[in-house]
């Protein structure tokens, strides 16, 4: 029987052969048939790095000047810019919002921006209303996701001095509104897991740079203040109040220390996604260590991850476009080859995952086009 099946394979694959001899122009069709009928997959190569067209899904463009979204024009990348709003990173939101409105007008199909609300007057009898008259407006002004901030659970306080999490009720009115607008929200809740450890135990030497020289924000240090878990909890707590919102969650969910993990509210939750802002290289960390258990959830969850690197610029910075091109490079590399590589952040080497061309596809383009339907604003020009 399964003789019969295969000699019937062969002989289909060799009519469409020689059906495709018939015309010019049927290289792809060929070559993806033979690669079929041979069981092998079709990979990128580096070449193709500037060919294949990609959105990069989290970045802060907070200037008017062109550079930036000029290098990712060069890269054939578009960018989905994004609004936050904290006293502790300026500007104010509303400034945020005015560099966005200039770079998608000047850049109509090149850059999409993500709106946000502000808890400045979270304790404003007024807060909601106010809330939701500046996300209708966004709306109204193009904004094609809200992004909602780790301020929310690691700062802001009520009336009372208690911290408020996510899972909070007076947050369901801001949700429930935008979930009626079909707009998804981009959550970027918690931290890494690293900031709860101590220095010597976290993974990534960024993370140990950084919290060493802002141990204000190091929360091994201040027990007082919710515990990683309890962060974790509030999130999908809330995700478990909004089963239709389309909730993507910035920085691998800020689970980046476990696919496993991260897996387990990709399977709870099936309106999540995640974007791998400035977290690649967790996946590198965790490749180094079990670099089946990596590709094998890239491969599972390959309809639920987003390219994103969480780059940007200032208003008034000169951008280093040389390093901007390498970091996407090195991570082009990382998810297409399986070149053995290493990382500045951790000491062992890993290896590329080498996913195939339609895991590039999605993750690199068209997740972004389905998680952010708003993005269909610069449509005609993306491929498919
Ligand atoms: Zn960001």
């Not at 490749?287 to 309809?303: C, E, L, P, S, T």
Request: include cysteine; proline fraction near 4%.
């Amino acid at each position: 029987m399964l003789f019969q099946q295969a000699i019937k394979m062969k002989l289909f694959f060799l009519h469409l052969l020689a059906g495709c001899l018939l015309f010019q122009n049927c290289t792809e069709a060929k070559k993806e048939s033979t690669a079929a009928a041979n069981g092998v997959e079709d990979f990128y190569t580096a070449e193709d790095f500037k060919k294949v067209e990609k959105i990069d899904a989290h970045v802060h463009v907070n200037t008017n000047k062109p550079d930036y979204v000029q290098q990712a024009a060069e890269d054939n990348f578009r960018l989905i810019t994004i609004n936050l709003d904290d006293v502790n990173e300026p500007p104010p939101m509303e400034e945020q919002q005015k560099f966005a409105l200039h770079q998608v007008k000047t850049f109509p199909n090149r850059i999409a921006y993500a709106t946000t609300f502000s808890i400045r007057h979270f304790n404003d009898s007024d807060w909601q209303s106010q809330t939701i008259s500046y996300l209708k407006n966004s709306f109204a002004q193009g904004a094609i996701a809200v992004k909602i901030y780790k301020v929310i659970g690691m700062s802001l306080r009520d009336k009372t001095g208690k911290l408020v999490m996510i899972d909070d009720p007076r947050f369901d009115t801001i949700i429930n509104f935008i979930v009626q607008n079909k707009i998804p929200v981009l959550g970027h809740l918690a931290e890494p897991k690293n900031c709860w450890l101590p220095v010597e135990k976290m993974t990534i030497k960024g993370d140990k740079n950084y919290f060493t020289q802002n141990p204000m924000y190091h929360m091994y240090l201040h027990p007082e203040f919710p515990s990683y878990e309890a962060q974790i909890a509030a999130r999908d707590h809330m995700l478990e109040r909004h089963p239709d919102l389309k909730f993507i969650g910035a920085h691998l969910g800020s689970l980046e220390w476990d696919v496993n993990e991260l897996a387990k509210r990709l399977d709870k939750f099936p309106n999540m996604a995640v974007d791998m802002a400035a977290r690649i290289v967790h996946l590198e960390y965790q490749a180094a260590g079990n670099w089946r258990k990596v590709h094998d959830f890239m491969i599972k969850y390959q309809d639920r991850l987003l390219y994103a690197t969480d780059g940007g610029v200032e208003a008034n910075v000169d951008i280093n476009k040389n390093d901007i091109h390498a970091r996407k490079i090195n991570d082009w590399q990382f998810f297409t080859s399986n070149d053995t590589m290493t990382s500045a952040d951790f000491d062992q080497s890993f290896k590329g995952l080498k996913l195939p061309k339609q895991v590039i596809d999605k993750i690199y383009r068209t997740n972004a086009k389905k998680w952010f339907p708003g993005i269909s604003i610069f449509e005609k020009k993306i491929t498919e």
